[in-house]
């Protein structure tokens, strides 16, 4: 599960440098469109929290 939470802020600074490499290419700014992470883990530890209270 922590592996996601580490990866996730290395793909967001991946994608800002390749918008930022379109933006150089194409001569206008690239647009950014949002990252969404499905972390399944964290949502069933999440699920088997809150029916154990």
Do not use: C, H, W, Y
Request: charged residues 25%; aromatic residues 2%.
């Amino acid at each position: 599960m922590e592996l996601e939470f580490v990866a996730a802020p290395g793909a967001g600074r991946e994608l800002l440098g390749v918008g930022e490499t379109m933006s150089e290419i194409i001569g206008s700014p690239a647009i950014l469109k949002n990252m969404l992470i499905d972390n399944q883990a964290a949502i069933q530890k999440i699920k088997r929290e809150a029916s154990s209270t």
